[in-house]
């Protein structure tokens, strides 16, 4: 079975910081990765995901996440915070060979960016 | 498009009563979702669908049950709800199954008294 694993549930940075979110998973084998993120009282909303070819791979609003295979993790970055970054971000993992339309789920990352 | 579309927004129950709570899509997606969501836990899949007339259960099915006759709507029905299903219920769909990510819906917000 798969599990995901987010360090930290709570995150500040100031304004213009580094933003570093992490995630770690545990698979047999390495799953699709993904990163959501959900402002409050919406929806998640797909910020990056991860399948095959380059591990470093870039999402919207310049959030870019690198897949270490040998360290099983999938760390969400961004060189300098906005103020709209604020939200929770949860990272997600899929079975590459069920292939259900289904994901589990890290329990989530609250970003605070501070002016 | 509208995307996926969840109804209602709120919702708020007593002990013993049942619901649907309604989900569509206009994507053409095969592969939808249910998810619950509790602060501090992330979400957790409650059934899925890989295309209409096939569902199956997640990992917290009991107490809800869906069906899948067209491939735009998959509703989830309560059927004595419970206090602890006090959450935050997420519809999701997908074109292509796992590798492309989920569209989430806007989530319906239900309170069991």
């Known amino acids: 079975a798969q599990s995901v694993t987010q360090l930290g549930s709570h995150v500040s940075v100031s304004e213009g910081a580094l933003v570093l979110l992490r995630c770690n998973y545990s698979?047999?084998?390495?799953?699709?990765l993904f990163w959501y993120v959900q402002y409050p009282n919406q929806g998640l909303q797909l910020l990056l995901k991860y399948t095959t070819g380059a591990t470093l791979v870039k999402g919207i609003n310049g959030f870019e996440a690198e897949f270490k295979k040998s360290e099983t993790s999938f760390h969400l970055t961004k060189p300098s915070a906005h103020m709209s970054d604020a939200a929770e971000y949860f990272c997600a993992v899929s079975d590459r060979d069920t292939n259900a339309g289904k994901s589990t789920f890290g329990d989530g990352t609250t970003l605070t960016v501070k002016p | 498009n509208a995307g996926v579309t969840q109804t209602p927004k709120f919702q708020v129950l007593k002990t013993g009563q049942s619901m649907t709570l309604q989900c569509a899509q206009d994507?053409?997606?095969?592969?939808m979702s249910w998810y619950r969501q509790d602060p501090g836990m992330g979400l957790r899949l409650i059934h899925y669908s890989v295309g209409a007339g096939i569902t199956d259960q997640g990992e917290v099915p009991n107490g809800y049950n869906v069906s899948r006759s067209t491939t735009e709507d998959f509703p989830l029905r309560l059927l004595s709800a419970a206090p602890s299903q006090t959450s935050v219920y997420f519809c999701a769909s997908s074109y292509a199954g796992d590798r492309d990510g989920q569209y989430f819906g806007p989530g319906t917000r239900l309170t069991v008294t």
């Open positions: 994507m053409n997606h095969e592969y």
């Open positions: 698979s047999s084998v390495p799953p699709y």
